[in-house]
């Protein structure tokens, strides 16, 4: 049995940090209904697609069931009640206010479920001067502090060019998800999780702010670097690849620099201590650089391995596709889509042995379960839903298209 079997949630944030809590928490057995507006979750626009179909929905909207809902008119907002009325979770990331104003105020949806979690995502929170200013991921990178720190010692601030606050969010996200249906399991008592997204990615970049507070210390801009681990770097190999290399304690240091022909490094009086290290960095980087450039990437990656220091390829997309290992655990697994047919995505983000999770299909076509879940589990009579389709509060619902070659 999923571990998350009988937990019924529903879905009606957008685009990414917000549905991948869902995405999350279906990838282990939740019920996950996807609201989405009948104009479609922006997600489904996002680049890369192939015939239509955004590879972006595919992985997060997975293991989901697709409903289309105007919430902004009464109509809708009623139907989400109903359907939040036999729910054990409810995320959305409109901005702050917007539920309430369309009749769905958090605390009338608690009243009438007591043990319902509603999760809510937005840029800064539900509090504080900043809560009504639009904020995506991007925002966050920027003041949470990331992309002050990030990019070359030169160089202009770098943001990453993936989602990366708001995929740190979801796994906030989720592990808070988890924590408040405990407590509703053991209560009977529900309650809004406040989320949002410049915290998580704030949280997780270290002792930065207690530097600062103690320290008066502001880190830089340093490339590959960092201000508390010697050696860590990438070196370009002779021919043209590159490795990753992390010497985090002074004995995997050692052995480093040991590999590289350069015991007299490691044997070095001030290489024992990490201050000391700081300060020979541009030499140890030296002495790995002139090494690793006159061979080979397999070959550097087979001698660090065999004197045990910490080393590896830095991949492409198209490395991780080939790598035994990914295949072998399921850190790339194969769903069969519905137009595009077979299709590799992610697998799982963990292993557990005794409730693992299960991925059983790509995000669905928009509106694919209007009939499932408002006639079938909300008992709407068809001729309503018809009317309500008729009046744009309801969309269309759409078939499934069969993929070419197969039956």
Avoid at 243 to 253: Q, R, V
Avoid at 266 to 279: K, L, P, Q, S, T
Wanted: aromatic content about 8%.
């Amino acid at each position: 049995m999923p571990p998350l079997q009988g937990v019924r949630v529903v879905d009606a944030a957008t685009i990414y940090a917000g549905p991948m809590i869902a995405t999350l928490l279906g990838d282990f057995g939740a019920d996950v209904v996807k609201v989405e507006h009948p104009k479609g979750d922006g997600l489904r626009q996002w680049e890369w697609r192939k015939d239509g179909e955004s590879l972006w929905w595919a992985l997060v909207g997975r293991n989901k069931r697709d409903v289309s809902l105007a919430l902004s008119d009464p109509r809708g907002a009623e139907m989400m009640r109903r359907l939040l009325a036999e729910a054990d979770v409810f995320i959305e990331n409109f901005r702050p206010g917007t539920l309430e104003k369309w009749g769905l105020d958090p605390q009338d949806l608690l009243a009438a479920n007591p043990k319902l979690v509603i999760v809510r995502v937005s840029g800064f929170g539900q509090t504080g001067p900043y809560r009504s200013r639009p904020g995506f991921g991007t925002i966050a990178e920027a003041m949470s502090g990331f992309a002050d720190t990030n990019g070359a010692a030169d160089g202009p601030p770098v943001l990453p060019q993936w989602p990366l606050a708001d995929g740190v969010t979801a796994l906030a996200g989720a592990f808070a998800t988890m924590i408040a249906l405990r407590h509703a399991e053991a209560t009977g008592q529900g309650q809004v999780v406040d989320l949002s997204i410049y915290e998580p990615l704030f949280w997780i970049l270290g002792a930065q702010t207690s530097a600062f507070d103690q320290l008066g210390t502001l880190p830089t801009r340093q490339g590959s670097r960092t201000g508390f681990n010697v050696p860590r770097e990438c070196f370009e190999t002779r021919d043209g690849r590159w490795i990753a290399l992390s010497g985090a304690t002074t004995s995997t240091g050692q052995r480093i620099m040991r590999a590289v022909d350069r015991p007299d490094l490691a044997e070095a009086e001030w290489f024992g201590d990490i201050a000391g290290r700081i300060a020979h960095r541009d030499e140890i980087d030296q002495a790995i650089a002139t090494w690793v450039g006159q061979r080979d990437c397999d070959d550097v990656l087979a001698t660090f391995e065999a004197v045990g220091a910490t080393a590896g390829p830095v991949y492409t997309a198209a490395d991780i596709a080939a790598d035994p290992h990914y295949q072998q655990r399921g850190s790339v697994v194969t769903v069969d889509h519905p137009t595009l047919g077979p299709l590799r995505m992610q697998g799982l983000i963990a292993q557990l042995s005794g409730t693992p999770g299960h991925i059983q299909g790509p995000g669905p076509v928009l509106g694919q379960h209007n009939d499932e879940v408002l006639h079938d589990q909300l008992g709407y009579p068809r001729e309503v839903l018809e009317e309500l389709i008729e009046a744009g509060v309801v969309g269309t619902t759409h078939e499934t298209i069969t993929p070419q070659g197969q039956a």
